[in-house]
Every structure is written in structure tokens, then in C-alpha cells.
């Protein structure tokens, strides 16, 4: 087992690369990367960095050279001959070969394109800009050298002795979760937590505990490298992403309003089985599901992602019966902002009526809440998102107007046309 207090100690010494590899990336990026490369290939897009958690001033706790050192060597990454093997020949969802030749032809030659850094006001302004396949795959390690850089500006000066502490306490912690999760039956669970983990170590741990102490019940995580180092199932499907850049690039309202249907109809060209799940939420689940058409009542399921989650899931459940399925037989995953007394309070709740299933994230991967003074690692909300493609602003609406993001004209706009009405803001966390 890896002494993660002794490798932290010694990240004062030397440069330790946090991302070191282009699978270090959550499983749903490869699967939507593909679906891009396939049908928008063209679309130039523009990603940038969100901090919605202003008081954490990330530009005063993180040194830009060191932050420009981390993002120029992902630059320099590509894929191993055994990721590319892993990735081509490996089983996923029951399917062989889920990656295309001409897409892993594609991606075994590819190289991350240039980032923009700037500071401002104690917040680091970064953006990419290209093409979206490209673009697109900086989204997560972005993410995740933000979070580890942070937690290390708190970590640095700690002594040996006080972070074996710290991380004894973590790792109690946590253990306790799996303990009270392990007493809950027909528990599906998996590691959501790639994006804003505390570290790449971290979540690995994080993983192996997961598996020695919930068994089957641990399902696998998104994470594509530690799937593959763990051997264990790597999960993931499609994200907010896709309905944002599809919507930004309709011409007039009547093609905004059947954006979120086409890229689901693009993505059912290519996926089965447990990869047709829908997540509906971007410009708001109720109407989203109401004017949805018949073939997606028959998709698998629903990953319920923003607003109130039981809330979400009854929605769901409604929608289902009243196209004529069989709720019992869906899956719904809850994936927002999740920790032990929600996995196990809608668990209890939808056991029986539903297929539940749980994408646990930053409570997973990053809870050091109380563990050092002024909670200075606390997690906190940080993003990445698509912000203009081909020229155009993105939206994203939400079912927690807390999450909304573009400018207000357009937001108005898109209210208007997907007939979004009153919300009930629920504070963000993670």
C-alpha cells in the first residue's frame, strides 16, 4: 500500500506531475469524445473555468508557474501502448471493441491543445479554445490539478508526523462510511469522484477501500486509469455537455427545443443496454420529459443530477407510467452532492420501486472536513465547462437555478423556450 503521507511530505521537494496520463479521466469523457469525433468533429468550442466557490481565492493559494508546470506536461501526454489496449480490446458494458478503430487512431495520436492563464481578483482565468473533440478532453485533468495544487498549498507545512495523522483520521473516516453502507441491501454504489478528487493517490485508496469493504456492492468508478489498474468496471455515460453544445449551435428556437432529443438520438445510434441513460435535467427535467418521444421511455434509465434528488426521482417515475413502462425495471442514479445519510435515506425510499443506483463524488474522493484548522479542506464547487461553441454562448439551466450558467439574455431565452418556470434554489456544495 502506498505511504501517501510520506509522498505528500515530499511533494515540497521536487515536481511530482499529478496528471500522468490521458486515461486519468473520467470513463463518460472517452465514451462522449467518441460520439463527438463521429458527428461534430468541426464544432470549434471554448471551455473555461468556473470557481463558484468565490471565497476559496484559488490565485492566492496556488503559484501560477507551478499551475503552468502542471498543465504543460499533460500537454506532453499520450496514450501508452497499454492504455491503447486496454482501451481497444478491453469489455465494456458487456461490449467488445466500444471504441472505434478510426477513433483510437485518432486518440493515440492526439496531443491536448494550448490553455489561456490569467489572474484575476484572486481567480485563475483558464480557457481552451479548438475544436471540440480536442478541447473537450481537458475538462477533467484541468479540474483535478486544480484541486490537488490547492490541497497541497494547505499540506505544505505540515510535518511527516502531522500528515501521517491526517490521513490516519481521513482513512478512519471513511471506513466508517463503507461500514454503514455495507449494512445496506441491494446496494449499487460507484466512484464518482475523479474531478474534484483531494488527490490521484487519494482516490485510488478511496477505490481499494471501496472494494475490500463494500464488495459487490462497489460497482467501479469513473475513473478510466484506476479501472484499469484495479480491474474493476469502469462507469460512465454522457454529460451536460452534449445538450449544451447541440443547443448552442440551433438556428432558430424551434431546433433549440429538439437539441437535447437529437444528441440522445445520435448517442441511441451508437449505445445499448445500460449506456442509455438520460440525463435530463439541463434545461429542466419536468419539461424536458414531457415532450420527450416515446423511444427514450424505453432507454434504461435516468441519472437524476441537480435540484432535489427524491424529487427527481418521482418525476421519473410518474413519466415512466405514464408512458406505459415499468418503473421497477429503470434504473434511476443519483449522482449530486451525494455522502452516507442520502445514499442510505434514498436507498430505503426507492428500493423496490426503481432500480437505484448511486455515482458517489467529492464526498467520496475529498472529504477532509474538520481534519485541519480553519477547515481549509473543505471541498469546495469548482467547474470546467463548455462556454461558446462556433462563436455562440452555452446555457445550462438546471433544476437547481444554483447551477444555471450563461449570459441572462440567453438564460431568459431558453427559459422561454423550454417553458422553465419558478425553481427552488438548493445551495451548492460540491
Known amino acids: 500500500m502506498v505511504d501517501i503521507a510520506t509522498r505528500v511530505y515530499n511533494h515540497k521537494w521536487k515536481i511530482d506531475p499529478i496528471v500522468r496520463s490521458l486515461i486519468d479521466t473520467d470513463f463518460y469523457k472517452l465514451l462522449m469524445c467518441q460520439s463527438v469525433f463521429r458527428n461534430k468533429r468541426d464544432t470549434d468550442v471554448t471551455f473555461s473555468l468556473i470557481n463558484r466557490t468565490k471565497s476559496i481565492r484559488l490565485a492566492d493559494l496556488i503559484d501560477e508557474g507551478e499551475l503552468r508546470e502542471q498543465l504543460d506536461h499533460i500537454r506532453s501526454l499520450s496514450l501508452s501502448r497499454g492504455e491503447s489496449t486496454f482501451l481497444r480490446g478491453n469489455t465494456?458494458?458487456?461490449?467488445?471493441?466500444?471504441?472505434?478503430?478510426?477513433?483510437?487512431?485518432?486518440?493515440?495520436?492526439?496531443?491536448?491543445?494550448?490553455?489561456?492563464?490569467?489572474?484575476?481578483?484572486g481567480q485563475y482565468e483558464l480557457t481552451f479554445e479548438g475544436k471540440w473533440p480536442e478541447v473537450m478532453m481537458w475538462e477533467i485533468p484541468a479540474l483535478a490539478v486544480l484541486m490537488e495544487l490547492r490541497s497541497r498549498a494547505v499540506l505544505r507545512d505540515m510535518g511527516r508526523f502531522e500528515l501521517q495523522v491526517l490521513y490516519a483520521r481521513a482513512m478512519t473516516k471513511l471506513w466508517q462510511k463503507v461500514e454503514t453502507l455495507r449494512t445496506v441491501d441491494h446496494l449499487r454504489?460507484?466512484?464518482?469522484?475523479?474531478?474534484?478528487?483531494?488527490?490521484?493517490?487519494?482516490?485510488?485508496?478511496?477505490?481499494?477501500?471501496?472494494?475490500?469493504?463494500?464488495?459487490?456492492?462497489?460497482?467501479?468508478?469513473?475513473?478510466c486509469l484506476i479501472a484499469m489498474r484495479r480491474e474493476v468496471e469502469a462507469i460512465g455515460t454522457n454529460a451536460h455537455e452534449?445538450?449544451?453544445?447541440?443547443?448552442?449551435?440551433?438556428?432558430?428556437?424551434?431546433?433549440?427545443?429538439?437539441?437535447?432529443?437529437?444528441?440522445?438520438?445520435?448517442?441511441?445510434?451508437?449505445?445499448?443496454?445500460?449506456?442509455?441513460?438520460?440525463?435530463?435535467?439541463?434545461?429542466?427535467?419536468?419539461?424536458?420529459?414531457?415532450?420527450?418521444?416515446?423511444?427514450?421511455?424505453?432507454?434504461?434509465?435516468?441519472?437524476?443530477?441537480?435540484?432535489?434528488?427524491?424529487?427527481?426521482?418521482?418525476?421519473?417515475?410518474?413519466?415512466?407510467?405514464?408512458?406505459?413502462?415499468?418503473?421497477?425495471?429503470?434504473?434511476?442514479?443519483?449522482?449530486?452532492?451525494?455522502?452516507?445519510?442520502?445514499?442510505?435515506?434514498?436507498?430505503?425510499?426507492?428500493?423496490?420501486?426503481?432500480?437505484?443506483?448511486?455515482?458517489?463524488?467529492?464526498?467520496?474522493?475529498?472529504?477532509?472536513?474538520?481534519?485541519?484548522?480553519?477547515?481549509?479542506?473543505?471541498?469546495?464547487?469548482?467547474?470546467?465547462?463548455?462556454?461558446?461553441?462556433?462563436?455562440?454562448?452555452?446555457?445550462?439551466?438546471?433544476?437547481?437555478?444554483?447551477?444555471?450558467?450563461?449570459?441572462?439574455?440567453?438564460?431568459?431565452?431558453?427559459?422561454?423556450?423550454?417553458?422553465?418556470?419558478?425553481?427552488?434554489?438548493?445551495?451548492?456544495?460540491?
Open 92 to 121: 465494456f458494458y458487456g461490449k467488445r471493441q466500444m471504441f472505434r478503430p478510426d477513433f483510437m487512431e485518432w486518440f493515440e495520436g492526439m496531443r491536448l491543445p494550448a490553455y489561456h492563464l490569467e489572474k484575476r481578483d
Open 189 to 223: 454504489l460507484a466512484d464518482f469522484g475523479t474531478r474534484r478528487r483531494h488527490s490521484f493517490m487519494w482516490q485510488d485508496w478511496c477505490v481499494q477501500a471501496m472494494q475490500e469493504g463494500l464488495g459487490e456492492k462497489f460497482v467501479g468508478t469513473s475513473n
Open 242 to 430: 452534449l445538450p449544451m453544445v447541440y443547443s448552442a449551435l440551433a438556428d432558430s428556437d424551434d431546433e433549440l427545443r429538439q437539441a437535447p432529443y437529437k444528441v440522445l438520438a445520435d448517442w441511441q445510434e451508437e449505445h445499448d443496454g445500460n449506456l442509455r441513460i438520460i440525463l435530463p435535467d439541463t434545461y429542466g427535467t419536468e419539461g424536458f420529459l414531457k415532450h420527450a418521444p416515446d423511444w427514450l421511455a424505453k432507454w434504461t434509465g435516468i441519472r437524476v443530477d441537480s435540484g432535489d434528488p427524491a424529487t427527481g426521482a418521482e418525476i421519473a417515475i410518474d413519466w415512466w407510467t405514464s408512458r406505459g413502462e415499468d418503473p421497477r425495471k429503470k434504473l434511476v442514479i443519483f449522482s449530486d452532492g451525494l455522502d452516507v445519510d442520502k445514499i442510505v435515506e434514498l436507498q430505503n425510499q426507492f428500493q423496490g420501486r426503481v432500480k437505484p443506483s448511486f455515482g458517489w463524488g467529492t464526498l467520496l474522493t475529498n472529504d477532509f472536513r474538520g481534519l485541519v484548522p480553519n477547515d481549509a479542506l473543505a471541498p469546495f464547487s469548482l467547474v470546467c465547462k463548455a462556454v461558446s461553441a462556433n462563436g455562440r454562448p452555452t446555457v445550462k439551466l438546471s433544476d437547481n437555478p444554483e447551477k444555471a450558467m450563461g449570459p441572462k439574455d440567453e438564460i431568459a431565452r431558453y427559459k422561454r423556450v423550454f417553458g422553465v418556470g419558478e425553481q427552488t434554489p438548493i445551495e451548492v456544495i460540491v
